[in-house]
């Protein structure tokens, strides 16, 4: 009894603003996706000014980050009550992750994406640190790995040391669908290729897909060889579809999740949806190796959920 008030209590205490939230882990997740951070505002753009505002607002209303990678291996370690939400960087233009050189040295450009990132998370480390950068190594500037050539590899291994990941987008925007398996595959080859020049050994696990276009067969996107390189993707991600159902729901397919192209307009509608459809969120019960669903939804749990892991029902 003196558990469940504690827990009510602390529940209480971090959703002061509203109702607390019941777990439920077959609720959906949002997988935002941003292109450039820039001015001005518009379709593929999102200002600094926004960007943060984005973020101060998934925060207050009970959003924290989750690494697209924890996602697929269903480790959703966030505190009971809160709902795990993706951040997605397609194209790597120069907004997203930007050196400024200062008196000789090196800084991260406070209105850069990444910058904006790690200072929301010093200011709310609660919120989390992870965000998934779908780059392109061969693309013609300013998309090649952030517009700056002397500070590529650096920036990649710094990503992928601070709790970022990367993700395969190509190696120059290829339009999936215009050609045959021989491109297909050297494309996706090619662009791990190029990366694990800067990062040795680095495995891209998800691939975005350019213009969201798939291969005539997806079997080519998913895993292969060519150019002696090796590539295997656990996930493939669209450029649209909205909310993205449970990891652990039967309606869950990793070959095609969908996104949020997180535009004001976009964003906003589902922020909307899901504080008036809160029973559509996913909201964690604070239990990594517990997945905490609704009894009357318990068939929808799928049957292949990692062995380390107990349904609970609620
Ligand atoms: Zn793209």
Redo the contacts with the bound molecule.
């Keep these: 009894m003196l558990v469940l008030l504690l827990t009510a209590a602390l529940l209480l205490a971090s959703f002061a603003w509203a109702e607390p939230l019941l777990p439920n882990e077959l609720g959906r997740v949002m997988i935002l996706e941003y292109?450039k951070i820039d001015y001005p505002e518009e379709r593929w753009t999102r200002t600094p000014e926004n960007f943060r505002r984005d973020l101060e607002t998934l925060y207050a209303r009970g959003y924290r980050l989750l690494g697209l990678n924890d996602l697929l291996d269903g480790r959703v370690a966030l505190p009971a009550g809160t709902t795990p939400v993706v951040l997605t960087f397609?194209?790597s233009s120069p907004g997203q992750f930007r050196y400024l050189e200062r008196g000789g040295a090196l800084e991260l450009d406070p209105k850069s994406a990444v910058g904006i990132l790690e200072a929301f998370a010093r200011a709310r480390p609660d919120f989390g640190r992870a965000a998934t950068f779908?780059v392109?190594p061969g693309a013609a500037p300013p998309n090649r790995l952030f517009n700056q050539p002397a500070h590529a590899g650096a920036k990649l291994r710094w990503l992928a040391r601070h709790g970022y990941e990367i993700g395969n987008?190509t190696l120059w925007?290829a339009n999936l669908g215009q050609y045959g398996e021989t491109t297909v595959r050297a494309q996706l080859a090619e662009a791990q290729q190029w990366i694990r020049r800067h990062v040795p050994d680095y495995r891209l696990r998800t691939l975005?897909l350019?213009?969201g276009v798939y291969p005539k067969d997806v079997a080519w996107a998913l895993a292969g060889a060519a150019k002696g390189e090796t590539y295997r993707h656990d996930a493939i991600l669209m450029v649209a579809g909205g909310a993205a159902p449970s990891r652990f729901a039967r309606r869950f397919d990793p070959v095609r999740l969908p996104r949020i192209q997180a535009v004001g307009r976009e964003l906003r509608a589902w922020l909307a949806h899901f504080a008036k459809h809160p029973e559509d969120r996913f909201v964690s019960d604070g239990d990594p190796g517990v997945v905490t669903v609704p009894a009357a939804r318990r068939d929808q749990v799928r049957a292949d959920l990692p062995k380390t892991l107990r349904v609970v029902e609620r």
Excluded: W, Y
């Design positions: 292109h397609d194209d779908f392109l987008h925007h975005a350019p213009h």
